[in-house]
């Protein structure tokens, strides 16, 4: 166990609706990225936080977006939900003197119908 | 990255064996890789790490090889176990960001 903690751990929701996922990183990380899994496939990276603002981004749409908050947790929004989006979302936390090494949580199961 | 849909390549081998998995890496400026475990249900584990300026590294069990002039990356579990089933990726990173590799999945029988 990593101590990355995500909720909820699974969610379902409908075509167009809007959806925030919640990431509390582990004890002493201060950045945070987000990454999405479709099934069988490797994970993705959307977007990574560091000191309350975005620190790079991956290749998607604008209706991914996100927050940091002072005590280093995080969220992650999608807006205008697709069936594509149907997949894990993974949050990963990193400590101040290794930003590339990245512990990862249990993961939100996301189903859009 | 290419879909590979539901179809990860897989590496069947019994108890006690020596397993080793391969990544070919696409990033000649990446100079940090990580091996994750995935188990079904679960986020990516940790297993071990290696920076570019290393060809060879060990953990517990694990050892990996890292080979740039060829942009490839191994795995390898001495005397793999029924609890080292799992999808395991290689990630690599020029900063921050992981870029992940397809995946292998590892089928250990008893």
């Known amino acids: 166990e990593t101590g990355v903690t995500q909720s909820p751990t699974h969610l379902i929701k409908t075509r167009g609706q809007q959806v925030t996922l919640r990431c509390s990183s582990q004890?002493?990380?201060?950045?945070v990225s987000w990454y999405q899994q479709a099934l069988g496939q490797g994970p993705q990276f959307i977007f990574q936080y560091y000191r309350e603002e975005e620190n790079g981004r991956g290749n998607f749409p604008p209706r991914f977006s996100g927050l940091q908050f002072p005590n280093y947790s995080s969220e992650l929004n999608v807006n205008a939900l697709e069936l594509d989006d149907s997949a894990l979302y993974l949050c990963?936390?990193?400590?101040?003197?290794?930003?590339?090494?990245?512990?990862f949580g249990p993961g939100t199961r996301l189903l859009v119908l | 990255g290419e879909n590979v849909g539901l179809h990860l390549p897989t590496l069947s081998v019994q108890e006690g064996d020596n397993s080793i998995i391969n990544c070919a890496y696409s990033?000649?400026?990446?100079?940090?890789f990580i091996w994750y475990k995935q188990e079904s249900g679960k986020g990516p584990q940790f297993i071990i790490d290696?920076?570019?300026?290393?060809d060879k590294r060990q953990g517990q069990r694990v050892t990996v090889l890292l080979n740039k002039t060829v942009k490839h990356l191994s795995l390898q579990i001495a005397a793999t176990q029924p609890g080292d089933s799992a999808v395991y990726f290689c990630?690599?990173?020029?900063?921050?960001?992981?870029?992940f590799g397809k995946g292998t999945m590892l089928l250990v029988s008893p």
């Open positions: 990963a936390s990193s400590p101040r003197d290794s930003q590339e090494t990245q512990y």
């Open positions: 990630a690599e990173t020029g900063y921050s960001t992981l870029t």
């Open positions: 990033n000649s400026a990446s100079d940090y």
């Open positions: 004890s002493g990380h201060n950045t």
């Open positions: 290696i920076r570019s300026n290393m």
